[in-house]
């Protein structure tokens, strides 16, 4: 056998990443003609609650955003892979350096607005959904296992970090020093803290995709059931209990009733939810 067949089937092949979604750079009159739709369509229909999106068209949206087509691709991505409800993407453009994304509008309303509204029986309905959904997310495999990133290899999103989006982490060790575990663990002052934060640094978390940002105000529902899930802008690979701490940040405004879901239908990260809590306590958290 050839030897160099051999060396070719040794190697290791790239990471699987879904194809890069290239946002479209407008002509000067296609832009204008973007915004005088925006401008007739935001007198014509409805507006949202959320900043930076708004109706596109009786059949689609527009969302804003000054962080790539990232959260596009997040969104193909789940598509494709899960039966998780997402609205399908139309177009990304680029204006002036920007983004607008335009995707089909979905005919919802936002949980949090009739949370109330629903019968005990819809709200285990929609949680049980939920288990289902996360439990899909989880299920999928990494293509560069250990590394934070987005769907398609660009760098994840989060408030938190600085000059986001943030440049793709090799190792989820490097996630955690940029997060602020190295400083904790460098500095006297932290002392009654190192040993949680030593015991996380010594274990080997799996990169498990996330949505990052579960909470009713990113859930559409329709009769009582969940139509879409949305806002997948900080999505992406990240360690295994992201999901679980981010859970309680994400529904600072919700019902106790997620803060208790949180526990039936997500795997249990005690210490690292500590460790959030102390961090957040060290450095300015959103």
């Known amino acids: 056998m050839d030897g160099s067949n051999n060396e070719s089937k040794d190697k290791p092949s790239p990471p699987d990443y879904p194809e890069k979604i290239h946002a479209r750079i407008l002509s000067w009159c296609e832009r204008n003609y973007i915004y005088l739709r925006v401008g007739i369509m935001s007198r014509m229909l409805p507006a949202f609650g959320?900043?930076?999106?708004?109706?596109?068209?009786?059949?689609?949206?527009?969302?804003f955003s000054k962080i790539g087509s990232a959260e596009a691709a997040n969104i193909e991505y789940i598509a494709r892979n899960t039966t998780i409800p997402v609205?399908?993407?139309?177009?990304?453009i680029v204006i002036k350096g920007d983004t607008y994304t335009i995707m089909d509008y979905i005919d919802g309303t936002e949980l949090e607005n009739v949370w109330w509204d629903l019968y005990a029986e819809q709200h285990r309905g929609i949680f049980e959904d939920l288990k289902n959904y996360i439990s899909q997310m989880r299920s999928l495999r990494p293509p560069n296992p250990g590394r934070v990133e987005c769907a398609d290899g660009t760098g994840i999103y989060d408030p938190r970090l600085p000059c986001s989006p943030y440049p793709p982490f090799p190792s989820v060790k490097d996630f955690h020093d940029e997060l602020g575990h190295r400083y904790v663990l460098n500095v006297e002052a932290h002392r009654e803290a190192w040993p949680q934060f030593q015991a996380i640094k010594e274990r080997n978390y799996q990169t498990k995709f996330t949505h990052s940002d579960i909470a009713p105000r990113n859930i559409l529902v329709k009769n009582g059931k969940i139509a879409a899930i949305v806002d997948w802008e900080t999505a992406g690979w990240y360690p295994e209990y992201w999901e679980y701490t981010r859970w309680e940040d994400s529904n600072y405004n919700s019902d106790k009733a997620w803060h208790d879901a949180r526990e039936e239908i997500m795997d249990r990260y005690p210490d690292e939810l500590?460790?959030?809590?102390?961090?957040?306590?060290?450095?300015?958290?959103l």
Not at 50 to 63: D, L, N
Not at 274 to 285: D, K
């Open 87 to 92: 609205p399908r993407i139309q177009d990304v």
């Open 50 to 63: 959320q900043e930076g999106i708004c109706r596109f068209g009786r059949r689609s949206v527009i969302k």
């Open 274 to 285: 500590w460790a959030e809590h102390y961090l957040g306590g060290v450095f300015i958290r």
